[in-house]
């Protein structure tokens, strides 16, 4: 009719369908787009419902353990680590304890100086061919009461003697053997305790022999080679078994009677005199540096000034016992006596 607006075609079926769809897609991806927003926000590898992912089940692997801050006073050597994981420290295991301070092993002494074989058999009393010479020797068994003044005349006049220490006066005057062995004097043995060793059998002189020498070492000094006999008492026998242990057995060409005291007879001057009268080449002097038991006296003591200062003037000099024996090419006076 004239006046009346056109009428609108209706839509079709099909066009609304698609403007649905288009809905749709529009709404999905606003949703999605928020939902991925909502996942961003949230924290990885927890659930805000359920908590921590559960742990692994297996029976082989320990607990995690609070983590310890990796200094050098807590880190482990050798021990292996996972970067990220928590590690409590290693217990250290304590080193090995040190031994014990142990004092040095003693080692046994050297070998002695074969004494001459030509030596063997005998106690040596002289020996000629020496030149003029004397060999001044002092025994110890007894007390040390003129030890000090024997070593104090010694080292004024410069001349060095021989010294035959028992065992046990070695062992009870260690003082004494240093003192002896300071003053660069030689040392010889002259057994443990001072038996007569001609009532003893082989095996008691070595008994004797091997303990005055171990003693004798032990305050410091070697005697060996150098023996004397107890009392000068000897014979084949004894002689042999000193040889045996290594030996040379010296006696002397003089003894001064020192020993006697004045409660015996003797003065100073007699010792003195007894030593001069008996002056030649290659003599060996008997002395002792104990007192008298009766009368106290130290006769050889007191008369050693006297005896070296006229020794001296009869052109002679001093070597110690062992000088006698290996310093000389030839002992062949010896020998044939």
């Known amino acids: 009719m004239v006046g009346e607006p056109p009428l609108q075609p209706r839509p079709q079926p099909r066009n609304r369908r698609r403007l649905l769809a288009a809905i749709l897609v529009a709404v999905a991806a606003v949703a999605a787009v928020v939902l991925a927003v909502i996942l961003a926000g949230a924290p990885r590898g927890s659930n805000p419902q359920t908590g921590p992912p ?3 089940r297996s029976s082989t692997s320990p607990p995690s353990t609070p983590a310890v801050p990796a200094s050098p006073g807590n880190q482990s050597s050798g021990a292996s680590e996972t970067p990220g994981e928590e590690t409590s420290p290693a217990p250290v295991a304590p080193g090995p304890t040190p031994p014990p301070e142990t004092l040095p092993v003693p080692q046994p002494p050297p070998p002695a100086a074969p004494f001459p074989l030509g030596l063997a058999g005998k106690d040596v009393e002289l020996v000629p061919g020496a030149g003029p010479v004397v060999a001044l020797t002092f025994d110890a068994g007894a007390n040390s009461a003129g030890l000090p003044s024997i070593l104090q005349t010694l080292a004024g006049a410069g001349v060095r003697g021989t010294f035959f220490l028992t065992g046990s006066w070695a062992a009870a005057n260690p003082a004494g053997v240093a003192a002896i062995v300071a003053g660069g004097h030689r040392v010889g043995n002259h057994s443990q305790t001072h038996p007569d060793f001609t009532g003893l059998t082989d095996a008691g002189i070595g008994d004797q022999v091997r303990a005055a020498e171990q003693a004798v070492m032990a305050a410091g000094a070697d005697p060996r080679p150098l023996f004397r006999f107890p009392f000068g008492a000897r014979d084949a026998r004894t002689i042999a078994a000193v040889n045996n242990l290594g030996y040379v057995p010296v006696r002397w060409s003089v003894d001064t009677l020192g020993w006697k005291g004045t ?21 060996i002097v008997l002395m002792h540096i104990g007192s008298n038991p009766d009368d106290g006296t130290t006769l050889d003591a007191d008369a050693l000034p006297q005896m070296i200062g006229r020794m001296r003037q009869a052109g002679y000099g001093f070597v110690t016992l062992d000088s006698l024996l290996y310093g000389f090419v030839t002992l062949d006076s010896l020998l044939a006596g």
């Open 54 to 56: 559960p742990e692994s």
């Open 263 to 283: 409660s015996g007879g003797v003065t100073a001057q007699l010792v003195a005199d007894r030593a001069l009268s008996a002056l030649q080449p290659g003599e």
